[in-house]
């Protein structure tokens, strides 16, 4: 069985180059109906964030990429935070020890020190390779620090089949004896990762491009325990575009880069993660672009994965965030939309004909604030507005209709859209003046901008007769 991982540190926020990691992770084991687990990855204390944990965990649920071992659900291979495995670790370090193809290493961070060059870069040398077992023993009794570390080969080179990126090899000699310990007791990456993979028995290794060329490092740990290699599948850069038409590193000069800001910015996962499931993967045989994640999973394949640099695009995503929008159901729409109008707008606004106006219109739920800004305030405006070629208005034609226009409106009792669409046609009727412009001199007074997600007798309804009625009368200079 194809069992995958996701190997998040918890740094932070979560980038959406790792969040398309999580995913494209979990399609390649449900692809084929197998096991994916999420193993948290805290050993650099360092760059630990309070909270990240929960971030990630949140994203895993709020995306649908549910996994089957892990923190919280557990599983057989367990615990899951590699802060919690710290015994194991060094049980693993020590079984290499007695293998001889791992040792002690007692070097003062003074001599590793004097070992780098003038730019600071230095490798160690084996030092501590050939202590023997009396001095290794003694050493550990006085208490000394120590490392361990891993014999490298010096000679030759070590090579491994990626199965996006091909064969990749590397030259022995470029290798330094690395740490699997440090002095603190915690593991390496280079270490812990290794034996967690092997251990929780994963079969796949998905991760970022940046793992691709130290990744024979890892075969030679795998090596060393006699363990078999698992199969690496590394994934292209994700690139934004930069002002000046060149491509960078996806980075937050860019725009949003974490799934959480997307979220706030109005995203919806599902078109969050529908984009990115495309970003570096395809179909094969097939143009579609929208995949539920059940879809995903039945199309995915490794042979779709594709070795090129990856460029997120803004627009591109906010037109599939449109367009799941639109597909929202009016109820689900409501849920997100409403209490953005509840924040903004007035009691007096009619604020479910705004939300149901505003459904097909925004590409994100950020989008519903500036475009109701003309009914949480009277917008300033030129008239300019009121000339329209195809209904022929003029900024004086229009002052003529909205002179007869307000006694008309000022009457109407049962202020509502067909109500008012009936008086506002009688009258164009009545005055011999087309529909048309009827209904643009009073929409450009009402909403005082040039485009509006609604016609004349729709902003009226949203604003109700009291401020309508006022800013006509506003418009007349009254
Ligand atoms: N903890 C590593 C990271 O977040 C995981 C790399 C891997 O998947 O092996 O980059």
């Known amino acids: 069985m194809i069992v995958t991982r996701f190997a998040p540190s918890p740094t932070g926020f979560m980038h959406i180059g790792n969040l398309r990691t999580a995913l494209y992770s979990y399609l390649l084991s449900k692809s084929q109906g197998g096991k994916f687990i999420l193993r948290i990855e805290d050993t650099d204390q360092v760059r630990l964030v309070e909270g990240a944990t929960d971030v990630i965990l949140k994203t895993l649920e709020m995306t649908g990429i549910d996994y089957d071992e892990g923190p919280v659900v557990g599983g057989e291979h367990g615990p899951y935070i590699q802060s919690e495995r710290l015994p194991i670790y060094k049980e693993y370090a020590e079984k290499l020890v007695e293998k001889g193809v791992a040792y002690y290493c ?153 799934f959480q800001d997307l979220v706030e910015h109005g995203y919806l996962p599902e078109a969050i993660v529908n984009y990115i499931a495309l970003l570096g993967w395809c179909p094969k045989d097939s143009n579609e672009e929208f995949f539920t994640m059940d879809e995903l999973k039945n199309a995915f394949s490794m042979d779709g994965l594709s070795k090129s640099p990856a460029v997120f695009d803004y627009e591109k995503l906010k037109w599939f965030n449109s367009e799941y929008i639109k597909k929202l159901p009016d109820d689900k729409y409501e849920e997100k939309a409403m209490p953005i109008l509840d924040e903004i707008c007035g009691d007096n606004v009619d604020k479910k004909l705004l939300a149901s106006l505003l459904h097909s219109r925004i590409a994100t739920f950020d989008e519903i604030r500036d475009m109701s800004d003309f009914v949480t305030e009277r917008l300033p405006m030129s008239d300019d507005l009121y000339t329209n070629k195809k209904n022929k208005t003029t900024p004086e034609v229009c002052m003529e209709i909205l002179k007869d226009c307000l006694p008309v409106l000022e009457s109407v009792d049962s202020w509502n859209n067909d109500t008012l669409f009936e008086k506002l046609k009688a009258y164009a009727a009545e005055s011999g003046r087309k529909v048309g412009a009827v209904m643009w001199a009073v929409r450009v007074a009402v909403g005082r901008k040039a485009v509006t997600p609604g016609g004349a007798t729709e902003l009226m309804t949203i604003l109700g007769k009291e401020e309508s009625v006022a800013r006509i009368k506003l418009a007349l200079g009254e």
């Open 106 to 258: 007692f070097c003062t961070p003074e001599r590793l020190e004097s070992l780098k060059d003038d730019k600071g870069i230095g490798g160690y040398d084996g030092h501590c390779r050939h202590l023997s077992k009396e001095e290794v023993e003694k050493n550990l009794a006085e208490g000394k620090p120590y490392v361990i570390r891993q014999k490298m080969p010096t000679e030759g080179t070590t090579s491994y089949y990626d199965e996006v990126y091909g064969e990749v090899t590397m030259d022995n000699s470029e290798l330094r004896d690395q740490i699997l310990i440090k002095a603190d007791g915690y593991p390496t990456y280079n270490f812990c990762h290794v034996v967690d993979d092997h251990l929780m028995g994963v079969t796949h290794v998905v991760r970022g491009n940046e793992y691709l060329t130290s990744t024979p490092k890892y075969c030679l740990l795998y090596d060393a325990f006699g363990w078999e290699r698992p199969h690496y599948v590394h994934l292209p850069l994700l690139m934004g575009k930069d002002a000046d038409g060149n491509v960078s590193k996806l980075s937050k000069r860019h725009g949003a880069v974490s």
